[in-house]
């Protein structure tokens, strides 16, 4: 399917980037590869790595809508990964996470427009599920944006989706960095939020290959969610380091102790896959009926029962001790 196309990926420079971007290049001969993102020496060090003619490199960030048309000219599709991720620093930086999650969303879908661009796939998280703290409020107004852009679209084939998952293993920013991080510079005991939290758990390359087949399932107002395990942070810290203490320091501003992705409000829309489910959109669509019930894929789905809630904490699938060991976690980032 993207054979001789041209993809753009925002934010492309970050963790989910560099790995989509190898998978393309190791899996495709797309015509183009357009690394979108506002950090310089990033993109400098990406470019050292991968040495690929299909490769573009754009310095620019997504509150700039016209460098963002710039950038898309002649795109077929797009996936934005841009965001400020931050839970605590969107608490005490609240219009900066607004700019660049909400706006930057708004600028992205009005480019796509702008130069027809196929399809659009935007990352969330499952912390716009219900939020509780202000990214994930932001990414529930982003996600909301890129469902009600297929009204926008018209007439236009552009069509945009949204893949919502949870922690990502290793990203940067997140836990197993900075236990990593602890841990070689001698620490003698974890910090542990509070022993009961849960996290849903997803590899880069689970995350990469989900978003990838999306593209080809896609209708477009779809909001795709993975069935992926769940993990305890206890048992994480037993995994990295059995050696070590853990001390318990208490819920950062903004933090759940459980995390949702299918909220027991949205089961009525909620269609359950193999591997995955669907949140329909809440919205009609004026341009088109879709079945939500059968992927562009063929793949059939059912109806979820009234109340259903996709949970970290309840999730029928949890990673032991020994599975997270198993996990090449230091190599991850």
């Known amino acids: ?66 460098r963002l048309k710039d950038a898309m000219r002649n795109v077929d599709y797009v996936v934005h990964a841009a965001a400020l991720k931050q839970v605590p620093a969107a608490e005490y930086n609240p219009m900066e996470c607004i700019k660049t999650n909400i706006h930057g969303a708004e600028n992205v879908i009005q480019a796509a427009l702008s130069c027809n661009v196929k399809k659009v796939i935007a990352l969330s998280t499952d912390k716009a599920a219900n939020p509780i703290n202000l990214y994930g409020a932001t990414k529930l107004a982003s996600d909301k944006l890129f469902v009600a852009a297929n009204n926008l679209a018209g007439n236009r084939d552009t069509r945009f989706s949204v893949v919502r998952y949870g922690n990502v293993a290793g990203s940067r920013g997140s836990v197993i960095p900075f236990f990593t991080n602890l841990i070689t510079s ?18 880069l390359d689970q995350g990469v290959e989900f978003v990838l087949k999306n593209f080809q399932r896609m209708h477009g107002g779809e909001i795709f969610v993975p069935k992926i395990p769940s993990m305890r942070v206890t048992d994480l810290a037993e995994a990295m380091a059995p050696e070590l203490s853990q001390k318990i320091i208490g819920i950062r501003p903004g933090e759940k102790l459980h995390e949702v992705m299918c909220p027991a409000d949205d089961s009525h829309l909620t269609v359950e896959f193999d591997d995955f489910f669907i949140l329909r959109p809440s919205i009609k669509f004026f341009q088109r009926e879709q079945d939500y019930m059968l992927t562009a894929l063929g793949e059939k789905g059912t109806a979820v029962r009234q109340g259903f809630e996709y949970q970290s904490g309840s999730n029928p699938h949890f990673l032991t001790v020994e599975e997270m060991r198993a996990f090449n976690y230091r190599s991850a980032s």
Do not use: H
């Open 186 to 203: 001698g620490a003698t005991e974890l910090p542990i939020t509070d022993p009961a939290m849960t996290r849903f758990w997803i590899t």
């Open 1 to 66: 399917m993207l054979n001789g196309k041209s993809i753009l990926i925002t934010g492309g420079s970050g963790s989910f980037g560099k790995k989509f971007i190898r998978t393309l290049l190791e899996t495709y001969e797309c015509a183009r590869i357009i690394v979108y993102s506002r950090d310089e020496l990033k993109q400098f060090e990406m470019q050292q790595e991968l040495q690929s003619p299909a490769l573009r490199f754009f310095i620019g960030d997504v509150r700039d809508a016209e």
